[in-house]
């Protein structure tokens, strides 16, 4: 390229002192170039070493780094070398850094009106009158409606997409150079997702800024980036231009990681990657990827691999480049483990209503005020024996919520539930027989949480079977072993702490806690949410063993619509605590389907950079739902007229089991399929 | 970290956490000043150069020689003799108190943490009531009505001084109870007692470790408080509180006198200070200086 690089990083390794004395690097020798107007993707999972790149490129290492080697040239001087005051001037000046968390990033007792003008009398030379209009003219840049009120608010009142848009602006206030961005749509929902990157890409197109995106997803990478990195156990393992590398990469590491992504398009299980990657800062010999690698061979374990030119202007750290095409990067085409439809009910929800607002002491003494609309409202389910549900919809739209309910911990407010043979659940978790409880199972979304860490594992496994079976010693023992090996891990981790756990085996310990009790009944909310892809493969891929294996019945919660495709039987999208949509998964996700449904289908990203989502519909959410009418009356793109403010649209049946809740005809939802 | 998988062979937590805290400075001189009182407190009965009643009307508040290292107090008892076994009463008295202070308030803070609602606010604010009070104020009262005394201190200590506990276990059993694997514990069935035991009381040992020793502390200072004040050990048994405050009197004649029971108590109070920072580091609960990786 002709211009020259505004970011030159050569040859730059960073490591921490390790207990030993010896300086363990986490990045081996990373050389990256970023031009004004180009677009870095660096790729890599978690403990990869991305995050510490990224903040190496502002001369900034964590607590205990060291630089090893190398340099982080900025504009023409080296980073690492620079002083205190001009680092200062260069950082969220012509430098910036979009953090993942804004929620975090933002000072909670401050307005966003102050929080801009701190960024704006740092690093811009106007007068002070002038910050106001400069303030409301970045936040209009980030697409925020009513910038104005928005400068009056607190970060918690804003939700977790405008927090994010406020960070950009801030960003934005030093008319920056470079954006780093360090995963800025994780934890996202996937329209507010679309958004964002919709937001950065025409920011960093208008403005000419050279951006370095770092990402565990390859969906956002292959929409914003021009050029990507994929980083392997602190080393880059591949670069290219994107097409290349998301289309015919020429690594099998990449090509694992591809494969193991859930697409829309097809209907199987992702295939998952084995094994984990070595732990920062270990000791290796060799290619770091070999262990791993179908196509390892005796040179790859004992002599590291040298950059080499690969197909398609691709660079790999790769002894054979010209095999990795041997790697399928397709689905595993495993056959989901399905149900038949008539099988008996597993569990009922009738008219389930859930409120989380009590009415206070003093309500009944004071005149009656209408109560704001219920979180959860009208849901009528029913899950038949070895079926899997998923349940689908943006952050808020109350899915945890109804887990939580059908578990016990959250009394609802009108409705019943029932079990298969007809029992009705009592509210609250403290009023069921041990018998009903241990029939109902629940996976929580973060193991970290979920896991006691000061537990064994031969504990955490021990609690079900101590409570339902009563069993003991060695008993016990024996049978914690063998739940072990259900999820694939070997009766050593017995004696493991969660803290000793990577995060995919931490959530096998979970669902192996779930199993423990044989239940009838599983609930799993977003469980593969916190997990890397090619984890989140391969826990997909053991419940959908273990749904062959025992019959078990899931309802499986997740904002991710491909996640929930490649796994479910049945998907129910809900809104806002509303069900628009129910029916077989192949049906839900063709048309016709509900607008909302459309609205998510259409944001989803898909790793290929020739694939572009729609934006059918704003993503800003009310905190409540509407008193009346349909609940996504504020946002449809397709709203036929004030019958939808008004009235709750009537469920249509398009198919067997298959019904939306609409007031658009179903011939008309059909003409508006996805693309 | 994932470190490499631990060797099987491990030695007792309890060694290695007392390793860890004499590897950081604060804790090699706290420990060493805590272990040096605990052993002096144990052996003084057969190393004080004189009885601790033997008066000597020879030598009445004299200055430090080579027979009485610390002089001699107004009665002509050997200062350094009585300095010696003057943390004897205190340690004991304290060493008990504090142990059932930790336990009862501990578990009751953990217990009101876990059920919330009106009982927890009923009772804290009952304790908000408590901490509003000078602490030695309902001391005084107790011990008036009940008399002095080792069997009357000791448990009133015990009672005054696991109070703050109880805010202190809430505290820690709050930032457990929320996280999922209560919700889980929860919907598996558990009783709320197996609850505390198996799930929060783990969580909140080394909350509640550091606290004991801060309490410990504390409590020593109030023992001897009240021994200065007249209603702790009764003469002519020997104890530091009593004696600065028998020696406050002539300490224009006699300066020294303080001095020895003064450097005692707070050497005591330092080491244990220095112990529990160090143990809250050791533990981890020092936030500030956090390893990244």
């Keep these: ?675 | 970290m994932s470190a490499p998988a631990a060797p099987p062979m491990r030695r007792s937590r309890l060694w290695d956490t007392l390793r860890d805290m004499a590897a950081r400075p604060s804790g090699a001189i706290g420990l060493m000043l805590v272990v040096l009182h605990l052993v002096m407190a144990l052996i003084s009965p057969w190393i004080a150069p004189y009885d601790y009643r033997e008066m000597n009307s020879a030598v009445i508040l004299g200055g430090p020689t080579a027979e009485h290292l610390l002089g001699t107090d107004h009665l002509g008892r050997d200062v350094f003799s009585r300095v010696l076994l003057g943390g004897r009463e205190a340690l004991v008295v304290t060493g008990i108190a504090t142990p059932i202070a930790m336990l009862w308030g501990g578990m009751l803070g953990v217990l009101l943490g876990l059920r919330g609602g009106w009982v927890d606010e009923a009772l804290m604010r009952l304790v908000d009531a408590f901490l509003a009070l000078p602490g030695i104020l309902p001391l005084l009262v107790l011990i008036t009505v009940f008399g002095s005394g080792n069997e009357v201190l000791t448990p009133t200590l015990a009672f005054f001084f696991g109070i703050p506990v109880i805010r202190v276990a809430r505290a820690a059993a709050h930032e457990v109870v929320a996280r999922d694997f209560i919700s889980a514990a929860r919907a598996r069935g558990h009783s709320p007692l197996s609850i505390v035991r198996r799930e929060i009381l783990p969580n909140v040992t080394d909350t509640l470790l550091v606290e004991g020793a801060m309490r410990w502390s504390w409590m020593l200072l109030g023992f001897s408080a009240l021994s200065f004040l007249g209603f702790g050990v009764a003469p002519p048994m020997p104890d530091w509180g009593l004696m600065i405050s028998d020696a406050r009197v002539y300490m224009s004649l006699a300066p020294w006198g303080v001095l020895g029971p003064v450097i005692a108590l707070s050497s005591l109070i330092i080491g244990i200070n220095l112990s529990a920072d160090a143990l809250a580091k050791t533990l981890g609960l020092d936030q500030g200086r956090k390893a990244v990786v």
């Design chain 1, 1 to 675: 390229m002709a211009n020259p690089p505004l970011i030159d990083i050569q040859g730059l390794s960073i490591g921490f002192l390790g207990r030993s004395g010896a300086m363990l690097p986490v990045l081996h020798a990373i050389d990256l170039r970023v031009c004004r107007g180009e677009s870095i993707g660096i790729v890599g999972e978690s403990g990869s070493g991305k995050s510490t790149l990224a903040l190496a490129a502002m001369g900034y290492l964590k607590h205990g780094l060291k630089k090893i080697s190398g340099e982080v040239i900025y504009n023409g001087a080296d980073m690492f070398a620079r002083s205190t005051g001009e680092l200062a001037r260069i950082r969220g000046g012509q430098l910036g850094l979009i953090p993942q968390n804004s929620g975090q990033a933002l000072t909670p007792t401050l307005r966003i009106g102050r929080q801009l003008h701190e960024a704006l009398r740092l690093h811009c030379a106007l007068p002070d009158g002038g910050h106001e209009a400069r303030a409301i003219d970045l936040l209009t840049q980030v697409r925020l409606p009513d910038p104005a009120v928005i400068l009056r608010r607190y970060p918690h009142e804003l939700s977790g997409g405008q927090q994010q848009r406020v960070a950009i602006a801030m960003a934005l206030a030093g008319e920056p150079d470079a954006l780093l961005l360090d995963e800025p749509t994780t934890g996202l929902d996937v329209t507010t997702q679309a958004h964002i990157l919709e937001l950065l890409r025409d920011l960093a197109r208008t403005r000419n800024m050279a951006m370095v995106y770092v990402s565990h997803d390859l969906g956002v990478i292959a929409r914003v980036c021009d050029r990507v990195q994929v980083l392997y156990a602190g080393e880059t393992v591949l670069e290219g231009p994107v097409q290349a590398v998301l289309k015919t990469p020429a690594h099998p590491y990449a090509r694992g990681l591809l494969a193991s992504i859930p697409r829309l398009g097809d209907r199987s299980l992702p295939r998952a990657l084995e094994g984990r990657p070595p732990a920062p800062g270990s000791d290796r010999t060799g290619c770091a990827f070999a262990p791993r690698c179908a196509l390892a061979t005796d040179q790859c374990r004992t002599i590291r691999p040298p950059m080499v030119t690969g197909e398609a202007g691709q660079e790999t750290r790769c002894f054979y480049p010209e095999q990795t095409t041997r790697i399928d990067m397709t689905g595993s085409g495993a056959p989901l483990s399905c149900c038949m439809a008539d099988n008996p009910a597993a569990l009922s929800l009738n008219r389930v209503a859930i409120r989380y607002d009590r009415p206070g002491a003093l309500a009944r003494f004071l005149p009656a005020r209408p109560r704001p609309p219920a979180t959860v409202d009208d849901i009528t389910l029913t899950i038949t024996q070895g079926e899997t549900l998923g349940l689908v919809g943006e952050s808020g739209s109350g899915k945890s919520t109804i887990l939580k309910t059908i578990a016990g911990l959250l009394p609802p407010a009108e409705g019943t539930i029932t079990l298969g043979d007809g029992t009705a659940l009592t509210p609250r978790v403290e009023q069921r027989r041990p018998e009903q409880l241990r029939r109902i199972q629940m996976v929580f979304q973060n193991p970290d949480e979920s896991l006691n860490p000061r537990q064994t594992v031969a504990d955490i496994l021990g609690q079900p079977l101590r409570l339902y079976f009563g069993l003991k010693g060695a008993e016990r023992h024996q049978r914690a072993a063998a739940l072990l090996e259900t999820v694939r891990l070997g009766a050593h981790y017995l004696d493991r702490r969660p803290g000793q756990l990577s995060g995919g085996e931490k959530q096998r310990v979970a669902i192996a806690r779930a199993f423990a009790a044989t239940p009838d009944i599983v609930l799993c909310d977003e469980i593969t949410s916190a997990l890397d892809v090619s984890v989140q493969a391969a826990v997909l891929e053991l419940l959908n063993d273990l749904k062959a294996r025992h019959q078990t019945t899931f309802i499986f919660v997740s904002h991710d619509l491909t996640v929930v495709r490649a796994l479910s039987d049945r998907v129910a999208v809900l809104y806002q605590g509303r069900l628009c949509e129910i029916g077989a998964s192949a049906a839900v996700y063709a048309a016709p389907s509900h607008p909302y449904t459309e609205v998510l289908l259409n944001a989803v990203l898909e790793p290929d950079p020739d694939h572009a989502p729609r934006l059918l519909a704003e993503d800003a959410t009310d905190l409540s739902p509407p008193a009346r009418g349909c609940p996504f009356q504020r946002r449809c793109p397709v709203k036929c007229g004030s019958i939808c403010d008004t009235d709750i649209p009537p469920w249509q049946k398009a198919a067997d089991g298959h019904a939306i809740r609409c007031h658009i005809p179903l011939k008309d939802l059909a003409k508006t399929g996805p693309a």
